[in-house]
């Protein structure tokens, strides 16, 4: 079975820097997509950013962009020039082609934005 | 588009009831699923549909019951509720075919056994 494992239970930002946040996954397949939600207190969960698993190039979605490490199998986001609004907790999701009715989620990463 | 939907938003049982837990969405999404999040944690899988009429358990599937007769609606079902039940809810959606679709969270449901 995919595990997905997110090691930094919080962290903490100041305003206008930069934060990566760590995923890592475990996976016998080839074939497969990853993806970057973020749930605000309000809990709706929101897309951020997808990758392809046979894409070499990193997404990047404005502000948001990943460090996919396929061979690692580490898929880390990276929030530029942080803002008071990008505090959430975040949830690292992985999906295959196998079975793509089913996604499995990291345990998240609660970050805090400090102004 | 209301996209997906969750009711109620609130409920309160006692341990032992049952009751179910509506979901529907109006994308006509072959996918749909039904996640826990415990206090601090993260999604996990109670059951999920890749289309009207399949289902198949996920990772907390114990006490838990689901049917898809419709594309449009997955509810589910608590047969005798427990205390360890105590969760929010969310039902999620998206579409076949294309494994970068993003899925579309409904807004929870968040119970409490006692």
């Known amino acids: 079975a995919q595990t997905v494992t997110q090691s930094q239970p919080e962290m903490s930002v100041q305003e206008a820097e930069t934060v990566t946040l760590s995923c890592t996954y475990d996976?016998?397949?080839?074939?497969?997509?990853l993806f970057w939600y973020k749930q605000p207190p309000s809990r709706q969960m929101i897309l951020v950013i997808r990758?392809?698993?046979?894409?070499?190039q990193n997404a990047t979605e404005n502000r948001f962009s990943v460090n996919f490490q396929k061979a690692a199998k580490s898929f880390s986001l990276k929030i530029s020039d942080s803002q008071l609004g990008d505090a959430a907790m975040y949830f690292c999701a992985y999906r295959s082609r196998t079975n793509a009715g089913k996604s499995t989620f990291g345990d998240g990463t609660t970050l805090t934005v400090k102004p | 588009n209301a996209g997906v939907t969750q009711t109620p938003k609130f409920q309160v049982l006692k341990t032992g009831q049952s009751m179910t837990l509506q979901c529907a969405q109006d994308?006509?999404?072959?996918?749909m699923s039904w996640y826990r999040q415990d206090p601090g944690m993260g999604l996990r899988l109670i059951h999920y549909s890749v289309g009207a009429g399949i289902t198949d358990q996920g990772e907390v599937p114990n006490g838990y019951n689901v049917s898809r007769s419709t594309t449009e609606d997955f509810p589910l079902r608590l047969l005798s509720a427990a205390p360890s039940q105590t969760s929010v809810y969310f039902c999620?959606?998206?579409?076949?075919?294309?494994?970068?679709?993003?899925?579309?969270f409904g807004p929870g449901t968040r119970l409490t056994v006692t």
């Open positions: 996976t016998s397949e080839s074939d497969y997509y």
């Open positions: 999620a959606s998206s579409r076949a075919g294309d494994l970068t679709y993003e899925q579309y």
């Open positions: 994308m006509n999404h072959e996918y």
């Open positions: 990758q392809e698993a046979y894409k070499q």
